[in-house]
């Protein structure tokens, strides 16, 4: 029977990739093992094996084809005995992967709509340009790394492997070995060590492959970088960078999926930045840099290949600790950071249809908040839904509920609502982990519920 | 016996270097001695709170070592740290102020007995966490290198922090890139109250071997070997060769800390330790038999320290603690980025 040689994934997030260059081709015999086709992402370069014996048949998708869906059947394979006459009768019954999650589609609401440009305090910039995340985040630490030479990337795989998630791509290439650093795979370690390093004068700009793994670093992160000001009476600082994806990727399971933002952000003497788009992520991770004090930067692993327009200017910055209305509305608050930003986007354009009108701020900046924007954005609406992927016990919405119940009682018409994870360890299984996580339909249900309507 | 071989090797080569100021060795001493001493007095008055390690007993490792330094050179350490402040030339005054909780201490009185710095003085702290100055001050050697501005680091840790994983993590960092640093291991020979032979496997001073980082045991209570060994291993690592690790055998007369009566181990062992291998007294009768100083000299010295310590202990006790609106300034830096 003729078997389809299927578009492999390359990684738990992968859901497209080019397909560069065919090494077997119509009529050669593979066994199994043989490299037969290579393919790419903006993160890698990876061969495809053939997984049975056979010869290939036909090729279904020429070298070059870019954006070939996984699961899309690049060739037909003959087993043995059978002649060509098979492909003919051959009738694909594999689906290729839809663009799968939500966040695959929220490109819908990103740049290219007029929706999701910056509001209110962003200036203007004369021109723009679209990048990924990763290639934000990149060229935020590139132009810091050329203005600086005394800022550093070290971290796993940072240097001559590009970054286990690309981000420092092509950064060992222009600045080499004694800037980018590939450290053992040792967090409290390097992370102490960058500490020091920033103790003695250097901008270190740590790494964690992601945050998941800092939680064997978080003492050195803790009592050595937040804390050394205060305890030296301010004669001391540490102008430090801790980044990495943080939060939850695809089929990782617990621990691989975890959102730290109400751990770092409850720790005086740091700042804690979680960019949504690639102004955020370009912007924010150069103002982290340059600021004096140690700043944890949680990045998205689901964002780092989404692209997104932002300023192109090299003195563009986004500050520390200002908050950002991506959408303006009059009916409801959505408040989010990181991921959940264009989840909550997603849910503002669908309650249009509603007759809702929902403001979404983008939090950018989780230590110090900018309680400011929220209670004015409040003032107006009189309704907030407060959006975060992770667990609801202490987290970020129960601080946002703190600070509400202080600055804002008089203004809610409703009582603010919840949505975050749920309260487990990440599962594996596709469904549950669907379930686990905050969805577009878990915040407009949300958003009905403070605005006391029912489904329409 | 291995060691003392060793250490042959070590004064046979340093022969050119520098000699050690045996006077000043042992007025350097005394003053940390008499320091710890006032601070205990001042501890047992309510005028000093909370954890407080006294140096009383090895004093010769911190004099001994940070005599070899240069002033390009830096110095970080644990909790137990006063000895090193004083040696690193911080103001005895601002140490105990800190000590006394007072705005006129080292950290405005924020920081207490474990968390002092001098950036002026490369004097990085005053760590509270067992082992976690070792990472840092990795990251301070590689500050040196990176800015090739000659220095070497000198991290100071306990027997006990030697178990810690973090210091492994460092070592291969600091022998893959050859960074200029030497460990100090002060083995006082308790780990808070667990006996060396009971907490750590094997011989501390060879735990870096496997890296490649050549581990000597010298005699803590000496300070003249103390200083051989440390200028060879600091002159080693500034070299580019990379890190050295040297363990000082030495004793802490008092407890761990101010609360800890030191009931794990005999009177008899405490006394010997006092009576046969004093680096203070050794070393005072050394300048007598050999006529470095005179009794007169010595005395003379003893006045001048017992002022400073006096001195400190009233400037601790008249500046006054820190203003109310303190609480909230030096958590972050505001200054525009």
């Known amino acids: ?456 | 016996m291995k060691f003392s071989a060793r250490l042959k090797t070590v004064e046979s080569q340093t022969s050119a270097a520098p000699a050690l100021d045996l006077v000043r060795a042992w007025r350097e001493m005394l003053l940390i001695r008499r320091f710890e001493e006032k601070a205990a007095q001042l501890y047992g008055m309510g005028l000093i709170g909370g954890f407080c390690h006294l140096y009383i007993g090895e004093e010769a490792v911190t004099t001994g070592v940070l005599s070899a330094m240069r002033p390009e050179d830096s110095c970080i350490t644990s909790y137990r740290d006063h000895g090193q402040m004083l040696m690193m030339g911080m103001d005895p005054k601002g140490v105990m102020a800190e000590l006394t909780g007072r705005i006129g201490g080292y950290s405005k009185g924020k920081g207490g007995s474990m968390h002092m710095f001098s950036v002026e003085k490369h004097f990085y702290g005053g760590h509270g966490i067992v082992g976690a100055q070792v990472p840092i001050g990795t990251g301070l050697a590689f500050a040196h290198r990176y800015k090739n501005d000659g220095g070497v680091c000198v991290t100071f840790m306990g027997d006990g922090a030697t178990n810690q994983g973090q210091v492994y993590e460092s070592f291969n960092m600091a022998a893959l890139w050859k960074l200029p640093i030497v460990y100090i291991i002060e083995n006082n020979q308790y780990a808070m109250g667990t006996a060396r032979k009971r907490h750590a496997a094997g011989d501390q001073s060879q735990r870096g071997e496997a890296y490649g980082i050549h581990g000597h045991k010298v005699d803590g209570q000496n300070v003249s070997q103390v200083y051989a060994a440390a200028l060879e291993a600091i002159e080693q690592a500034r070299s580019g060769k990379g890190p050295v690790l040297l363990e000082m055998d030495t004793y802490r007369y008092r407890g761990h800390g101010m609360s800890d009566p030191a009931k794990y181990r005999t009177k008899e062992e405490v006394d010997q330790w006092k009576d046969q291998r004093d680096p203070i007294e050794t070393l005072r009768a050394r300048l007598l038999k050999d006529k470095l100083a005179s009794e007169e000299n010595l005395k003379s010295i003893e006045k001048e320290i017992k002022k400073i310590v006096t001195d400190a202990a009233t400037f601790a006790q008249e500046s006054p603690e820190p203003d109310p609106s303190e609480l909230y300034t030096d958590v972050l830096s505001d200054a525009s980025i």
Request: charge should be negative.
């Open chain 1, 1 to 456: 029977m003729t078997i389809e040689i299927l578009m492999p994934a390359l990684s738990p997030t992968m859901t497209e990739g080019t397909l560069a260059r065919w090494v077997k081709n119509e009529g050669d015999k593979v066994c199994s093992g043989d490299v037969i086709a290579e393919i790419e992402t903006d993160k890698a370069t990876m061969e495809v094996e053939a997984a049975d014996e056979g010869v290939i048949g036909k090729i279904l998708i020429p070298a070059g084809s870019q954006g070939v869906a996984v699961n899309t059947p690049i060739a037909l394979l003959l087993e043995e005995g059978e002649d060509s006459a098979a492909l003919d009768q051959h009738q694909s019954k594999t689906a290729p992967m839809a663009p799968a999650t939500e966040s695959a589609s929220a490109p819908a609401v990103v740049s290219s709509s007029p929706v999701s440009a910056p509001v209110a305090d962003d200036k203007t910039y004369a021109h723009y340009k679209t990048l990924t995340v990763r290639e934000a985040l990149r060229e935020a630490m590139g132009e810091e790394m050329r203005r600086d030479e005394n800022i550093v990337l070290l971290g796993e795989e940072v240097a001559e492997y590009n970054g286990a998630y690309k981000v420092s791509q092509g950064l060992w290439d222009e600045f080499g070995d004694k800037r980018v650093i590939d450290t053992p795979i040792t967090e409290m370690g390097f992370a102490g060590l960058g500490v020091g390093a920033a103790f003695g004068g250097l901008t270190p700009i740590v790494e964690f492959m992601t945050m998941n793994f800092a939680m064997q670093a978080i003492d050195q992160i803790v009592n050595s970088a937040a804390k050394t000001r205060y305890m030296s009476g301010g004669q001391m600082g540490c102008p430090i960078v801790f980044r990495g994806p943080n939060g939850a990727a695809a089929r990782v399971a617990a621990q691989h999926s975890q959102c730290y933002a109400s751990w770092y952000a409850h720790i005086p003497g740091l700042k804690v930045i979680a960019p949504y788009d690639s102004a955020d992520a370009k912007g924010l991770l150069k103002s982290a840099i340059r600021d004096p004090n140690p700043v944890i930067c949680l990045e998205h692993e689901m964002l780092y290949g989404q692209s997104f327009e932002l300023p192109d200017d090299e003195d563009f910055t986004a500050p520390l600790g200002k908050a950002r209305i991506m959408r303006e509305g009059s009916d409801v608050t959505i408040v989010a950071f990181s991921r959940m930003v264009g989840h909550a986007l997603e849910a503002a354009e669908a309650l249009v249809a509603e007759g809702i009108s929902a403001e979404v701020i983008n939090m950018r900046t989780l230590r110090p908040l900018d309680t400011d924007t929220i209670v004015q954005s409040v003032m107006k609406t009189n309704r907030l839904v407060a959006v975060e992927e992770s667990w609801p016990f202490a987290g970020i919405g129960a601080e946002i509920a703190a600070q509400m119940m202080e600055h804002a009682f008089d203004y809610l018409d409703a009582p603010m609502v919840r949505v975050h994870g749920a309260d487990v360890p990440m599962p594996y299984a596709a469904n549950l982990e669907k379930l686990a996580l905050p969805q577009p339909s878990d915040i407009i249900e949300a958003v009905r519920t403070v605005c006391y309507r029912k489904a329409a």
